[in-house]
């Protein structure tokens, strides 16, 4: 079974900067896709960047630039280094495993002010 647990969320300023962490457990993380999404209430779940287990990289066109997304196998954890945030960014964010199944977390929110 696994779990992931996001966290780093929070309040903060537009322009400035946030790191959230996706911890899992199992043992498929080093070989799986990890993403982050985010969604605000009445959207839908928007797609914000990914990782394949090889380290090739793709962005959400509204984050390309300002985000980085990065995992660290040996620690099990997927992070999303967020720049140059915008009001707009604000919302919750989920991690994604993907494998031959699909895992998500709970989410944590980040909410930036104007």
């Known amino acids: 079974q696994v779990q992931l647990v996001e966290s780093g969320g929070g309040l903060v300023q537009a322009g400035g900067s946030l790191r959230l962490s996706c911890a899992a457990s199992g043992s498929i993380f080093s070989i799986s896709t990890m993403g982050w999404y985010r969604q605000v209430p009445g959207k839908e779940r928007e797609y914000v960047a990914s990782?394949?287990?090889?380290?090739?990289?793709n962005y959400g066109d509204s984050v390309k630039g300002r985000f980085t997304i990065s995992r660290d196998n040996a620690k099990n954890t997927g992070y999303l280094q967020m720049n140059s945030l915008k009001p707009e960014d604000t919302g919750v964010y989920y991690c994604?495993?993907?494998?031959?199944?699909?895992?998500w977390g709970k989410g944590t929110l980040v909410t930036v002010s104007s």
């Open positions: 994604r495993l993907t494998r031959l199944n699909t895992y």
């Open positions: 990782i394949t287990s090889g380290g090739s990289t």
